[in-house]
């Protein structure tokens, strides 16, 4: 049983790091990272193999080398390097017998299988890994065989049992987990692919919606003005109207631009309390119209690094969604203070909330929950402005109840009053 108990261990440490390994590729976006990190998990694999050999007569010695050897090669190549890595690790055990045994046959080995790979890569998931397999059956065989002839022979039964089945096993195991990862990633790259077009289908509708409406507008116009003769005044009204069209659909253009690029054209230090407070004077108005009662808690001398325009831009657009779901009145509150070298930002109102449905979708092209009154721009824009300042938006709503954002940025600055 101590051979088995040997070779199992190999086998176990074998998947514990195949799993490592897998954790640390997932978070590689490059192929060749990928390809690296699996070259290293074969290295490594035949390494600890040698660490937990068992000696099983005078020159020999038992584990599972000859899996990471056949498996690294056929799936990594450099068949020709794990081969030698496989023989100078079993020259530490001494030179003997055994030592020879494993030259001749990982040599051997090592031109077989450097002549396999191509063909191998072009089989199925399934026959990939019977295979692997065989291959490691007879390789086991085969250096049981020799241990026979250049040694004296292994008479425990439990000895070819188990260094025939338990590497058969353990390459089953590894080239099935290696083909399951490797179909893992292609799928979430054929996901990401897909939600890239999804989101591009998505800019598309909205492009074309939010600018043919002002366009066909604007043509309709001029047709009217090119068929037939209207009083001047009668001109006026068709051509103000024609540039307001035109000014709508430039706001749409821009607000695409800004979250497509929200780069900043001036970064600055920008007082927060001061820029609230220019943001509630512009929409005060709106406050008034809808009976919202506005309450600020300030901590005064916050400040951070970005675009001021942009920053107001964003409250803008926030705190009028605020207002705008306060139809028949409420309570609006803006509050700020820092913790630590963060400072937060909270919009909290009293209006008719949203579901988490809403919620998650909140920011995304194109959806709004304002029905047809609503562009599906705004949020996507402040969330992008938001973003590209460093900061990050935490939402929490009930239905009836109403919605507080929580805004956080970094590089805090408490300047003296």
Same mark, same amino acid.
């Given at each position: 049983?101590?051979?088995?108990?040997?070779?199992?261990?190999?086998?176990?440490?074998?998947?514990?790091?195949?799993?490592?390994?897998?954790?640390?590729?997932?978070?590689?976006?490059?192929?060749?990272?990928?390809?690296?990190?699996?070259?290293?998990?074969?290295?490594?694999?035949?390494?600890?193999?040698?660490?937990?050999?068992?000696?099983?007569?005078?020159?020999?010695?038992?584990?599972?080398?000859?899996?990471?050897?056949?498996?690294?090669?056929?799936?990594?190549?450099? %068949?020709? +390097?794990? !081969?030698?890595?496989?023989?100078?690790? $079993?020259?530490? #055990?001494?030179?003997?017998? *055994? @030592?020879?045994?494993?030259?001749?046959?990982?040599?051997?080995?090592?031109?077989?299988?450097?002549?396999?790979?191509?063909?191998?890569?072009?089989?199925?998931?399934?026959?990939?890994?019977?295979?692997?397999?065989?291959?490691?059956?007879?390789?086991?065989?085969?250096?049981?065989?020799?241990?026979?002839?250049?040694?004296?022979?292994?008479?425990?039964?439990?000895?070819?049992?188990?260094?025939?089945?338990?590497?058969?096993?353990?390459?089953?195991?590894?080239?099935?987990?290696?083909?399951?990862?490797?179909?893992?990633?292609?799928?979430?790259?054929?996901?990401?692919?897909?939600?890239?077009?999804?989101?591009? %289908?998505? +800019?598309? !509708?909205?492009?074309?919606?939010?600018? $043919?409406?002002? #366009?066909?507008?604007?043509? *309709? @116009?001029?047709?009217?003005?090119?068929?037939?003769?209207?009083?001047?005044?009668?001109?006026?009204?068709?051509?103000?109207?024609?540039?307001?069209?035109?000014?709508?659909?430039?706001?749409?253009?821009?607000?695409?631009?800004?979250?497509?690029?929200?780069?900043?054209?001036?970064?600055?230090?920008?007082?927060?309390?001061?820029?609230?407070?220019?943001?509630?004077?512009?929409?005060?108005?709106?406050?008034?119209?809808?009976?919202?009662?506005?309450?600020?808690?300030?901590?005064?001398?916050?400040?951070?690094?970005?675009?001021?325009?942009?920053?107001?831009?964003?409250?803008?657009?926030?705190?009028?969604?605020?207002?705008?779901?306060?139809?028949?009145?409420?309570?609006?509150?803006?509050?700020?203070?820092?913790?630590?070298?963060?400072?937060?930002?909270?919009?909290?109102?009293?209006?008719?909330?949203?579901?988490?449905?809403?919620?998650?979708?909140?920011?995304?092209?194109?959806?709004?929950?304002?029905?047809?009154?609503?562009?599906?721009?705004?949020?996507?824009?402040?969330?992008?402005?938001?973003?590209?300042?460093?900061?990050?938006?935490?939402?929490?709503?009930?239905?009836?109840?109403?919605?507080?954002?929580?805004?956080?940025?970094?590089?805090?600055?408490?300047?003296?009053?």
């Amino acid at each position: 049983m101590e051979i088995t108990k040997h070779l199992l261990m190999n086998l176990s440490l074998l998947l514990v790091l195949l799993f490592f390994t897998q954790l640390i590729m997932e978070r590689q976006v490059k192929e060749e990272s990928r390809k690296n990190l699996e070259l290293v998990y074969f290295v490594i694999a035949i390494f600890t193999c040698y660490i937990f050999s068992v000696q099983v007569q005078d020159g020999i010695s038992f584990d599972l080398r000859q899996v990471p050897m056949i498996l690294g090669s056929l799936y990594a190549g450099h %068949s020709f +390097l794990f !081969a030698g890595l496989t023989i100078l690790m $079993r020259g530490f #055990l001494g030179i003997n017998d *055994g @030592f020879w045994i494993s030259v001749l046959v990982f040599t051997t080995l090592a031109f077989i299988l450097k002549w396999m790979q191509s063909w191998f890569n072009r089989l199925t998931i399934n026959q990939r890994v019977g295979v692997s397999i065989i291959l490691t059956v007879m390789t086991s065989f085969v250096l049981m065989q020799m241990v026979t002839v250049v040694n004296q022979p292994i008479r425990h039964p439990e000895a070819w049992l188990s260094f025939i089945l338990i590497p058969a096993l353990t390459a089953g195991l590894i080239s099935y987990s290696i083909e399951t990862i490797k179909q893992t990633l292609i799928i979430r790259q054929r996901l990401a692919k897909a939600d890239k077009i999804e989101a591009v %289908s998505h +800019l598309s !509708a909205a492009i074309s919606h939010e600018i $043919r409406n002002p #366009l066909t507008t604007v043509k *309709g @116009f001029l047709q009217l003005l090119s068929e037939q003769d209207y009083p001047d005044e009668k001109k006026k009204e068709f051509i103000h109207i024609a540039v307001e069209e035109l000014n709508r659909a430039e706001e749409v253009i821009n607000d695409y631009l800004t979250f497509a690029r929200p780069a900043f054209e001036k970064v600055e230090e920008i007082d927060i309390e001061k820029e609230l407070n220019q943001v509630l004077n512009v929409l005060n108005p709106l406050a008034n119209l809808n009976g919202v009662e506005v309450k600020k808690k300030y901590t005064s001398g916050l400040t951070i690094s970005g675009d001021r325009s942009k920053f107001q831009q964003a409250f803008i657009n926030l705190i009028k969604n605020a207002l705008e779901a306060m139809p028949n009145g409420g309570e609006l509150t803006v509050q700020t203070f820092p913790t630590g070298s963060v400072v937060h930002i909270l919009v909290k109102d009293t209006g008719i909330g949203m579901t988490n449905e809403q919620i998650t979708r909140l920011g995304e092209p194109y959806y709004t929950t304002k029905g047809q009154q609503g562009t599906g721009l705004g949020m996507m824009v402040t969330f992008s402005i938001i973003r590209a300042m460093k900061g990050k938006v935490e939402i929490k709503s009930q239905v009836g109840k109403g919605a507080t954002f929580h805004m956080r940025f970094n590089h805090f600055e408490n300047k003296p009053d």
